[in-house]
């Protein structure tokens, strides 16, 4: 199937976004589900925004180095203080940055143009009304928007939130991710080596995947490769919101995990036109087994990488609610090392090594892993493009959120 | 001070960086402190990398539709199986993908190109010697490096770590960050507002920032702005790396953040030429307090975070072993969408919304907390130059991952 035809699929799949509540202090790189108003003005008073005094401008007008104006100190207002005099003609209070702007003033002349004496404040520069302060509300009012639905919670958003004094925000819960190795070969890293075996390389890497995307990994699993054992297996995760199988969808394999996701649920994409990965299968099992969605990867760990990141990831994301705030960031345009030569007919996902800003493409097979420890990224080519000159620009995904 | 002074400083900043040792499963997005060297070969066996037949390639010269080559089946073996036979002249093993090469063959047939009937395969394609499996060792052989020191664990990296069988590996610890935010104006999320009173902002922000930088942040505090609470404070940290303080940096809040650090230890800093964050201190405390760096940034949140971003992220990058590996996907040139007018004599760190590619200054004060709700990255104008036009290039330096 087209690498179109399975996207348009894919973005059909509807599942519901969960919400939860949590504390804002575990908001960290969370997105938010619902639209949040500011719960009071900001600033929430009149506030000095330098040291200095707080005045009545016009008191100020003519001041000079040689002919200064000179002011009755009545208030010491720090940051944090209330103000319990007001400020008439004459008379002025000094105040801190971030300290509440007396009553009567409306200007505030910085400490730096100043001295003072005996409780006599020197001033050699005037100020206009308005000078050197912020008008309660003038940044944001309460019941004001805030912040958007759908926005990742980097540190600084969450000092945003922080100001309005939230302390447990609505954010889209993590979905559940299941993720499965198949294939009698498989051994986990503390299993010894026996001829014949492999230590699973999927379980590690489409977990951490699954991390990238803001969703839940459980903890994975190797299974063997035959039908009972995948589809107990299967069986065994009603709770999560998507399970992620690797290896067990070539030809010879049987086809054991189509025929599971045929018997317990629909197959809706098998086979995609796409290097590496092309035995890739998609399915759904129905609500009464957990309404999932089933992505079945290739075993080896590259092709299974690269589909994980050009199908499944932006589907994850989206389920977590990450689909447009990530994007911004992921894609780099960047020349070519050297000519580029793809077959025609499949879209070529190609890994690359990004060095001095240009893109070297990794080549070696996909079951090779050293490509893993050299990755930076990918390319796509389309279908329909055979050749890629050198220094020419290519959109490189970043692999480095993986 | 010049931020390249003030840059350069920072530079040589001399902090041992730790070293631990963690499992794989919790390495995501760590960095990697030693070269690792692969402990067995890979692929470990001759392997099928196709399902199929395994020959002695000469058998199959001249095979072709219609005229056909018969071979003998002796053995089915799966990936995960020994071969318990060899494949002599005439004779074929079935092998699975992933499965064992049998002694004596030399190339594995495909089973598109094959047909069965009672142990006799049918084989209608000549096949090359080598064709069909990877020796044993040529992806990379045991004892080779297979990783350097300083990569950043992705998702691929870890799956790389795991296909040699690593349960355990040498990785930087996380630099221990303590988070204060001084003022008396400043109160907790779930304290009431009261006259005067703000929400602390940098606790989080900061704390996150801290995060993002690959550092663990410990609970943050707010003390109030007078010598004592902030030395006592500050001394309770002893087991901290590094110390971050926000606020009470200016003139007029008596300068008392940098008597403290005069007191107990080094000043290296104090007043950076840029905009905004002017009044940040930059000090060390000397071996028996714990030889510690603490940065007295500014209290405006925006500034706060500009300056962790500009001249903290990098540091505590570095500690953390991060430094490299982040610059790549971290800075975008894009087209600025207005004319920016900037001040000359320092450097502008211009907060910046990414629409359409196009960059768009944020053209609010330090003080301004919706700055921070809308923020995604910035671009930093050199002290020398006034004027950036429309349509000029600038260099976005993303917050996504702050």
Avoid at 91 to 120: F, H, R, Y
Avoid at 199 to 219: F, H, M, Q, T, W
Wanted: proline share 5%; glycine share 8%; hydrophobic share 40%.
């Amino acid at each position: 199937m087209d690498t179109d035809e399975v996207k348009k699929i894919i973005d059909s799949l509807d599942m519901e976004r969960k919400i939860e509540r949590i504390n804002l202090e575990d908001a960290y790189q969370r997105v938010l589900a619902e639209d949040v108003h500011a719960l009071i003005d900001l600033p929430p008073f009149n506030r000095a925004s330098m040291d200095g005094y707080a005045v009545q401008a016009q008191d100020t007008f003519g001041a000079s180095e040689d002919n200064p104006v000179y002011l009755d100190l009545i208030e010491k207002i720090r940051a944090g203080d209330s103000p319990s005099k007001e400020v008439q003609k004459g008379t002025c209070s000094e105040v801190g940055t971030g300290a509440p702007l007396p009553e009567g003033a409306d200007a505030v002349v910085m400490v730096e143009v100043t001295d003072i004496q005996n409780d006599k404040v020197e001033i050699r520069e005037p100020v206009a009304p308005g000078t050197n302060w912020a008008l309660q509300g003038s940044d944001i009012k309460k019941g004001q928007l805030l912040m958007e639905k759908g926005t990742l919670l980097t540190a600084a958003k969450i000092g945003a939130l922080s100001a309005v004094g939230l302390k447990e925000i609505p954010v889209f819960a993590q979905p559940v991710v299941a993720v499965i190795s198949t294939g009698n070969e498989l051994i986990k890293p503390e299993e010894e080596l026996k001829y014949g075996k492999l230590y699973d390389i999927n379980s590690e890497s489409i977990s951490n995947a699954v991390r990238s995307c803001g969703c839940k990994p459980l903890s994975s699993t190797i299974v063997k490769d035959d039908y009972n054992s995948i589809k107990n297996k299967i069986e065994s995760y009603k709770d999560a919101d998507v399970i992620i199988t690797s290896g067990g969808t070539s030809a010879g394999a049987g086809d054991i995990l189509r025929q599971v996701v045929e018997d317990m649920g629909e197959i809706l994409v098998h086979g995609i036109s796409v290097k590496p990965g092309k035995p890739t299968l998609i399915g759904t099992l129905p609500e009464d087994r957990g309404n999932i969605v089933l992505f079945g990867l290739p075993g080896y760990p590259v092709s299974a990488l690269m589909i994980f990141h050009g199908f499944v990831a932006p589907f994850l994301r989206g389920l977590a609610g990450l689909n447009e705030v990530t994007d911004k960031t992921e894609i780099r345009e960047l020349k070519l090392s050297r000519r580029y030569h793809s077959a025609r007919g499949r879209s070529h996902f190609v890994l690359v090594k990004i060095e001095d800003d240009l893109v070297h493409p990794i080549l070696k097979d996909s079951g090779a892993i050293t490509a893993l420890a050299e990755v930076d990224g990918y390319f796509e080519v389309p279908k329909n493009v055979e050749i890629i000159e050198e220094g020419e620009e290519v959109k490189v995904h970043s692999l480095s959120g993986l």
